[in-house]
């Protein structure tokens, strides 16, 4: 669990997944650029046809790497094809990164999360380590997202909310930077 009334997390909620991922991709870019060290994982569709479930990959930000996150054959009790083994490896991977980053952004709170798996031990040493955190959540987990992070922050799935929560979710001593602020060394 995260740490109540923590402003540092923020998670753009009941949006569709497909333009979060996109507009996280776009903040993170765009950070990176003004030399900001983010790092995370962005989920992406598989782009198979006839799939219930559009788990992909997930896209290290940091390296560019994929790590697959879907099974071609879904197991007998459900219609998903979501690998809990892949998005474990991509946590695995991600975990080594948190301590020297300005921003963690996790592309979702999901099924696995909301049952303590998955990418949950990312989000407990992002917060372990005092880091601002970002995420989606959709609306059938906002509720285990509440348990699980309490205070959070709610932003629309736009740009300038994201700007605002940035700002206010950076160290003191950077805000005045503004969003492109210097480069850190």
């Known amino acids: 669990m995260m740490t109540p009334g923590n402003t540092r997390v923020a998670a753009v909620v009941g949006s569709d997944s497909r333009n979060v991922q996109a ?3 776009v903040v993170a870019d765009e950070l990176r650029a003004a030399g900001r060290r983010v790092i995370g994982v962005i989920a992406e569709a598989h782009g198979l046809p006839d799939r219930t479930c559009a788990a992909g990959f997930l896209r290290d930000i940091a390296s560019g790497g994929q ?3 879907y099974l071609q054959e879904a197991p007998s009790h459900t219609s998903c094809h979501l690998d809990a083994g892949g998005v474990e490896a991509a946590c695995g991977r991600l975990i080594p990164q948190i301590a020297d980053c300005d921003l963690v952004i996790i592309s979702k709170f999901g099924k696995l999360e909301a049952g303590g ?19 989606s ?3 059938l987990h906002a509720a285990a997202w509440r348990a ?5 922050a709610d932003l629309s799935c736009d740009e300038a909310a994201i700007r605002r ?13 503004g969003w492109s602020g ?4």
């Open 67 to 69: 790590v697959s996150i």
């Open 148 to 152: 699980f992070a309490p205070g959070a």
């Open 117 to 135: 798996g998955g990418l949950t031990p990312a989000f407990e040493a992002a917060a372990e380590a005092g880091k601002p955190v970002l995420t």
């Open 165 to 177: 929560w940035w700002e206010a979710a950076r160290e003191p001593d950077e805000r005045a930077a």
């Open 182 to 185: 210097a480069v850190r060394s």
């Open 137 to 139: 959540v959709s609306d």
């Open 23 to 25: 507009l996280f991709g």
